[in-house]
């Protein structure tokens, strides 16, 4: 399994509630943000998925938080292809504050489609965009 660097993301002031505490929302933007800059560095960014005819909608998320964020926090996040079945691809998310404290884990499920919203199996369809998920699968 290659290690990939994780995403950081810094709080915004709009992204806090009258509380002055981030949103729960926005951790499911921050988990797509960390998704996109994630298959960028393993070499599949979205330009290049959609170029070769594959898109990924979510189906379905799990979030569970742990913890509170601020303004102006960096929160770190690591992403991990839990599975990759040819048909659905399932990563796991974990974030944590700058002190190291695990502040949201989180998971998401997504299917294969070809341009036209038909279901693909990227095993077949995709053979390079399966290895390198495949490759990166995690032990957890």
């Avoid at 974990?94 to 199996?121: D, T, W, Y």
Wanted: with cysteine.
């Amino acid at each position: 399994m290659n290690t990939v660097e994780p995403y950081v993301h810094k709080v915004q002031y709009y992204e806090t509630d009258k509380m002055s505490i981030t949103h729960h929302s926005n951790y499911v933007r921050w988990m797509e943000e960390a998704r996109v800059d994630y298959l960028s560095k393993i070499g599949w960014d979205f330009d290049k998925l959609e170029a070769t005819g594959v898109a990924s909608p979510v189906v379905s998320i799990e979030v569970h938080y742990k913890g509170t964020t601020t303004f102006p926090d960096e929160v770190t996040i690591r992403v991990k292809i839990l599975a990759c079945k040819g048909v659905r691809l399932t990563l796991g998310y974990e974030m944590e504050n700058a002190a190291g404290k695990v502040v949201c884990q989180a998971r998401s499920e997504h299917c294969f489609l070809n341009l036209e919203g038909r279901p693909i199996r990227l095993e077949k369809d995709c053979p390079e965009f399966f290895a390198a998920l495949s490759e990166r699968i995690s032990e957890a």
